[in-house]
């Protein structure tokens, strides 16, 4: 159980005027008697049928299974179970006292701390589209009226709220929809119909909104958030030739929109070459002797990610050249030891040798790409 053993904390952030007053002027504060014995005997009733709770519970556990699978019993598991109940929340009363009624639980001595929320933007209540600034807790936990009552009766099960991320019971949809009501905008309005959103990918699976820095939004940490489902992808970055996401030089975010795009693959740009010439601008061309290939996807010779072999080929040259073209111009057999001339064709960089620019060239005599 996840009950707090003390009011304190949220007592004293609400009085300090800090974060989540409603619109309508902080609830608590005009509830607050105006003595100081007058303002300790709520606080000490409270306190009182806190310190009991622990003690009601085990009483209740007594007929009942363990703690355990009690907690787990109390969500909805089938599909339709998940569906009434959040259908049920929807239709529950708002919880009087707004997040300070919910703090009194889920206050500072909680096992979940949830407060560094206050320093990011969805805490802060002077943004009119904040959620502190509306519902606060229940914008996005839905209606906690049935939730939060103090005092639950013999027998009687907490009802859920809404809950968030991977493993939470509140089907993907459900959540992703409460999180889009004010975040339709920017690159989400792709979401509906990408990968992710098909794949039943919630917001939250990538998102932290309890912790003061979400780690997705972290140059340094997104990958770590990507590879908790990647994890092929974690092992191509590791290849010896690979682009700098493990340096920290660049994001998976500088190649893929996560929210959703028009091209393929949850690329930024509508196609794989635009997405690569973003950065290697060089090899965009027009040239006067363009390459096919080159000119038409990159992806042909080269991986995005990692390679074990240099240059994120595919593979080396003249391998990698022979894929395409036959040795009618040029022998280039590996060398036997009896055929020695065709050697300088398939040693060292091989074709490369004479044919550096494979990516398309503007010198006048550059037609076989040799200079
Ligand atoms: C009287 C105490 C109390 C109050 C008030 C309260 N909660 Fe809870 N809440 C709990 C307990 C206990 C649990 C954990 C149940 C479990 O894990 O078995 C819980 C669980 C949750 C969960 C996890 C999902 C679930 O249902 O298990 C969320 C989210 C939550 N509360 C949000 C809120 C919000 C938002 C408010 C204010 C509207 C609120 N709570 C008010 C006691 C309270
Ligand atoms: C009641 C409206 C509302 C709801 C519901 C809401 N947000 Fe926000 N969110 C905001 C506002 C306002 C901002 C600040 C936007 C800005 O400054 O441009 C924000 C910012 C963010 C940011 C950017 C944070 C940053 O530091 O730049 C992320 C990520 C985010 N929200 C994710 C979520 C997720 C995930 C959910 C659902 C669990 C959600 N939001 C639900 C209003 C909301
Ligand atoms: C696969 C991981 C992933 C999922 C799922 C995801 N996001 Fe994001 N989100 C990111 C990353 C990475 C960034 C930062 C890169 C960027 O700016 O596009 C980001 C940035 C944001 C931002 C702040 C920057 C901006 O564009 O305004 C908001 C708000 C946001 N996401 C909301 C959402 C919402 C709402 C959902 C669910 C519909 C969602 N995200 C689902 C990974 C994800
Ligand atoms: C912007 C939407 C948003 C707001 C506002 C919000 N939460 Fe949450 N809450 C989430 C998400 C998303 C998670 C899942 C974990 C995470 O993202 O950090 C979560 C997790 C929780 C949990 C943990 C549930 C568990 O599985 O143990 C509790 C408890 C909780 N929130 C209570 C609150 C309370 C109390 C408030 C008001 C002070 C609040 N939340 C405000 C989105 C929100
Ligand atoms: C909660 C799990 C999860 C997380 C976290 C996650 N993804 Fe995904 N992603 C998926 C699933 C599921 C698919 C679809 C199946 C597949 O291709 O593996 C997918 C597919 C993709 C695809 C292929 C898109 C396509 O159209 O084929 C890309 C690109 C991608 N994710 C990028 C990212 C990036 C970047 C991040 C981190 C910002 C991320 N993902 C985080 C679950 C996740
Ligand atoms: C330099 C650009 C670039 C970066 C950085 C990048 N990707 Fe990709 N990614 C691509 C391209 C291009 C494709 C399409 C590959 C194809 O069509 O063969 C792709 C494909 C994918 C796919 C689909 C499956 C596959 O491998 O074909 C996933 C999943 C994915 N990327 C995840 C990630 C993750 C996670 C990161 C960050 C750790 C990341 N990507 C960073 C360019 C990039
Ligand atoms: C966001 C910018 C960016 C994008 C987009 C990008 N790259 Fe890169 N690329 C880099 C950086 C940075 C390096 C590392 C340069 C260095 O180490 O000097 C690099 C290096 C390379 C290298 C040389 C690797 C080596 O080991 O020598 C190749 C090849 C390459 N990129 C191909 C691609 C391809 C193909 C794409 C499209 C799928 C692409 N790049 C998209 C930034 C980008
Ligand atoms: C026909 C195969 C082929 C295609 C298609 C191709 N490349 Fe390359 N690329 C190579 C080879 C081979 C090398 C290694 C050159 C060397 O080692 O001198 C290379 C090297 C690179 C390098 C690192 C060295 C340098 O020259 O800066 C980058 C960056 C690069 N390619 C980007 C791209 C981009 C962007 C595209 C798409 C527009 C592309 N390549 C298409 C074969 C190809
Ligand atoms: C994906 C297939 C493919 C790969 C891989 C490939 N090429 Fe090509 N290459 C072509 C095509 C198509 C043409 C154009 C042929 C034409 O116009 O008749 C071409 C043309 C050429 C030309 C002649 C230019 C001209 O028109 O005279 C040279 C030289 C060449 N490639 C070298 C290379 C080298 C070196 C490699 C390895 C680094 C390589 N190619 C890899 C498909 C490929
Ligand atoms: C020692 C230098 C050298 C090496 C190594 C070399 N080439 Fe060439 N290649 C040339 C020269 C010079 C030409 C242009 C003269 C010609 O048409 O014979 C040419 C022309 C070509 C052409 C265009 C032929 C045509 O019909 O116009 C292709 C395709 C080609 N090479 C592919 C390759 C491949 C594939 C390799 C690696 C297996 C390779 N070359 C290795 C020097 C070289």
């Not at 009950?3 to 974060?19: H, L, P, Q």
């Not at 902080?26 to 009733?45: N, Y």
């Not at 992710?196 to 140059?219: G, I, M, R, W």
């Not at 190649?255 to 196609?271: I, N, Q």
Request: aromatic share 6%.
């Amino acid at each position: 159980m996840r009950m707090c053993k003390s009011t304190e904390s949220s007592y004293a952030i609400a009085r300090s005027g800090r974060a989540w007053r409603r619109p309508d002027g902080d609830v608590s504060e005009k509830k607050m008697p105006k003595t100081r014995l007058g303002r300790l005997i709520p606080w000490a009733i409270i306190g009182l049928v806190m310190t009991m709770s622990p003690v009601m519970e085990g009483l209740a556990q007594q007929d009942g299974e363990p703690e355990g699978q009690q907690a787990s019993s109390r969500l909805p598991q089938t599909l339709e179970e998940r569906l009434a109940a959040v259908e049920k929340i929807r239709k529950a009363p708002w919880a009087k006292g707004g997040a300070d009624t919910c703090l009194a639980c889920h206050g500072e001595y909680s096992e979940y701390d949830l407060l560094p929320m206050f320093r990011t933007k969805h805490g802060t209540a002077a943004d009119a589209r904040s959620p502190m600034a509306q519902h606060q807790c229940e914008s996005c936990h839905g209606p906690g009226g049935d939730h939060a009552v103090l005092r639950l009766r013999r027998g009687e099960q907490r009802p859920p709220m809404l809950n968030f991320g991977r493993d939470a019971w509140t089907p993907a949809a459900v959540q992703n929809e409460t999180c889009l009501t004010c975040h339709r905008t920017h690159s989400r309005i792709q979401w509906e119909g990408s990968t992710h959103q098909f794949n039943e990918v919630a917001c939250a699976s990538c998102h932290k909104v309890h912790v003061a820095h979400d780690p997705v939004l972290d140059e340094r940490q997104q990958a770590g958030v990507c590879y908790e489902c990647h994890i092929h992808q974690r092992a191509q970055f590791e290849q010896i030739s690979h682009h700098p996401v493990r340096e920290g030089q660049m994001v998976c975010g500088d190649c893929h929109e996560p929210h959703g795009s028009s091209g393929s693959d949850l690329l930024v740009k509508a196609t794989l070459r635009e997405t690569c010439t973003e950065c290697h601008a060089e090899k965009r061309g027009p040239f006067l002797w363009e390459h096919a290939p080159a000119a038409e996807d990159c992806g042909l010779c080269h991986r995005p990610h990692g390679s074990s072999h240099p240059a994120l080929l595919k593979r080396r040259s003249p391998q990698l050249c022979q894929e395409c073209h036959s040795q009618f111009n040029h022998p280039s057999i590996g060398f036997d030891g009896s055929f020695a001339t065709s050697s300088r064709f398939v040693t060292a960089k091989g074709c490369l040798n004479c044919h550096s620019q494979v990516h398309g060239t503007n010198h006048p005599s550059g037609v076989s790409l040799t200079r």
